[in-house]
């Protein structure tokens, strides 16, 4: 590096005529060997690339100190300078890798060196850790156990000792106050941890790791592959928009999967998207955007994000638990108990080191503080392809409060499968106001005899932090009050869901 500091690469090539090959490279914190090496390097030095991999600065033998996600447009931008200069290398690099692997590619994508020809960036976003530090809702499960098998990744036996740790973990984030969870957790203060829990998004802290506006300034052909319950996928899917409002050669590929699924397809796209730029060829032809439509369980080509043929439609809060198109009646509200020191579970969806994806919310619905109002049996498919959204009139005993709401698909048998949700923390929450929920995006068919349903309730515990419903700050704060709980569905407040709908006859 130009300060003098030595980063450490491994470099996988074809034992015979690997020298001129395109060079796929990945730059990672999670070391070089190992299953890292196998998983990722070696699939691509196998059909057709010369691949190096990059420990980032301060880890696995690299030199300097590890400052998360802050030193890698300087040090990603002095390793391309580097890579051109080899005698091995021919005339093509495409970036590759998912997660932090491909934030790191975004850190550089708006000053990249003529021999780069693609970026393929996977379940992963240009502003890594801002969605999950919302002031009106902090995703706390998430960049917590992050920080964790960062703090801990080169101890002796890790990968033995992770599951362990992530049970160590997940009881860490009882802690009270908050910023004593990381001790708990790994034996010591951990930087970024204590930074999650002091800096919200919109933090000067902050600045340094958000890329967002080097994305329209990309000028080689762009892949992205998603999750639709992957926890960078609204991220993902703005880099995306950006990508094809300033008309930029992009493709996006999103599938059922969570952050952590092993899917073929990353490698598939190095190899049919990638590969084919690197050697100055056009890819097999396709429509920009590929997405698996849950429900279906089949992959549908559509011309971007989101698509155009879908209309919003609001699927209303009726009382005793009803959801329909029409408006509601002038009813009482509905009302539940909110408990902080019980709080409402997570169960399933948008998680990381936990089971995510879609599962069964049956026994989750029972629960005193989840309500849920619920369709008939469709007479006809509804498909949800888009952007989704809730309006929630509510209000709290307590000025602090929070509401998430949950869309979900009940099966002919009952069980209830989660689709999509969000949250969105509430100040003042003790005078009646509308909550605007952003779900996460979503495609799914709603099959003939299903039926719709929509969950609220004020947490989703550990994946968002507790409110504790007194306003002080989530990282010192020390006592939990419970609330009492108000939704209300009139013509002059008509909670709903906003569905983007085509509707099958």
């Known amino acids: 590096m130009p300060d003098g500091v030595m980063l450490l690469a491994d470099r996988w090539s074809p034992r015979t005529a690997g020298e001129g090959l395109p060079t796929a490279l990945i730059r990672t914190p999670y070391g070089r060997r190992g299953p890292f090496g196998t998983l990722l390097a070696r699939p691509l030095a196998e059909r057709g690339y010369q691949v190096l991999i990059q420990s980032v600065r301060g880890g696995w033998g690299s030199g300097g100190s590890f400052d998360v996600m802050r030193q890698e447009r300087d040090d990603g931008l002095a390793t391309l300078d580097w890579l051109v200069k080899q005698p091995?290398?021919?005339?093509?690099?495409?970036?590759?890798?998912?997660?932090y692997l491909g934030y790191v590619q975004w850190a550089v994508a708006d000053s990249?060196?003529?021999?780069?020809?693609?970026?393929?960036p996977h379940v992963t976003e240009s502003a890594l850790t801002l969605e999950f530090l919302r002031a009106d809702g902090m995703s706390l499960?998430?960049?917590?156990?992050?920080?964790?098998?960062?703090?801990?990744?080169?101890?002796?036996?890790?990968?033995?000792?992770?599951?362990?740790?992530?049970?160590?973990?997940?009881?860490?984030?009882?802690?009270v106050p908050l910023d004593r969870a990381d001790a708990a957790a790994i034996g010591k203060r951990s930087a970024y941890i204590q930074d999650i829990l002091a800096h919200d998004a919109d933090a000067p802290r902050w600045t340094d790791i958000d890329h967002r506006h080097r994305v329209a300034g990309v000028t080689v052909p762009v892949s992205s592959v998603a999750g639709w319950y992957d926890i960078f996928l609204p991220g993902q899917l703005r880099d995306f928009r950006t990508l094809q409002d300033v008309g930029r050669p992009a493709r996006l590929t999103v599938g059922p999967w969570t952050h952590t699924a092993f899917t073929g397809v990353p490698v598939q796209e190095a190899l049919g998207f990638g590969l084919a730029h690197a050697r100055g060829e056009q890819p097999p032809p396709r429509p920009p955007v590929r997405l698996y439509v849950m429900g279906e369980e089949t992959w549908r080509d559509f011309?971007?994000?989101?698509?155009?043929?879908?209309?919003?439609?609001?699927?209303?809060?009726?009382?005793?638990?009803?959801?329909?198109?029409?408006?509601?009646?002038?009813?009482?509200?509905?009302?539940?108990?909110?408990?902080?020191?019980?709080?409402?579970?997570?169960?399933?969806?948008?998680?990381?080191?936990?089971?995510?994806?879609?599962?069964?919310?049956?026994?989750l619905e029972t629960r005193q503080d989840v309500l849920t109002y619920t369709t008939p049996a469709l007479d006809q498919d509804v498909e949800v392809i888009g952007e989704v959204?809730?309006?929630?009139?509510?209000?709290?005993?307590?000025?602090?409060?929070?509401?998430f709401v949950r869309l979900c698909d009940v099966d002919p048998a009952g069980r209830s499968w989660n689709v999509c949700d969000g949250l969105v923390s509430l100040h003042p929450a003790d005078e009646l106001r509308c909550a605007q929920v952003q779900l996460w995006p979503t495609a799914h068919r709603f099959k003939r005899g299903r039926r719709i349903r929509v969950q609220v309730s004020s947490g989703a515990f550990p994946r968002y932090a507790r409110n504790p419903g007194t306003g002080e700050p989530l990282a010192t704060a020390t006592t939990l009050r419970a609330a009492d709980q108000a939704v209300h569905h009139t013509p002059a407040h008509p909670s709903a869901i906003i569905l983007p709908v085509r509707l099958y006859h």
């Open 112 to 120: 990249l060196p003529p021999q780069v020809k693609a970026l393929l």
């Open 303 to 363: 011309g971007s994000w989101p698509p155009e043929e879908y209309s919003p439609v609001r699927f209303h809060l009726h009382p005793e638990g009803r959801l329909a198109t029409d408006p509601p009646p002038n009813t009482e509200p509905d009302q539940y108990h909110y408990d902080p020191a019980d709080p409402t579970p997570a169960v399933g969806g948008v998680r990381m080191l936990a089971d995510g994806g879609r599962v069964d919310n049956t026994t």
């Open 88 to 99: 091995w290398f021919g005339d093509a690099i495409v970036l590759y890798g998912m997660s």
């Open 141 to 175: 499960e998430t960049p917590f156990g992050w920080g964790v098998v960062i703090g801990t990744i080169e101890r002796r036996l890790a990968v033995l000792r992770r599951p362990f740790q992530l049970r160590k973990a997940a009881r860490a984030l009882w802690t």
């Open 389 to 403: 959204s809730a309006e929630i009139w509510f209000r709290s005993s307590l000025p602090h409060a929070d509401v």
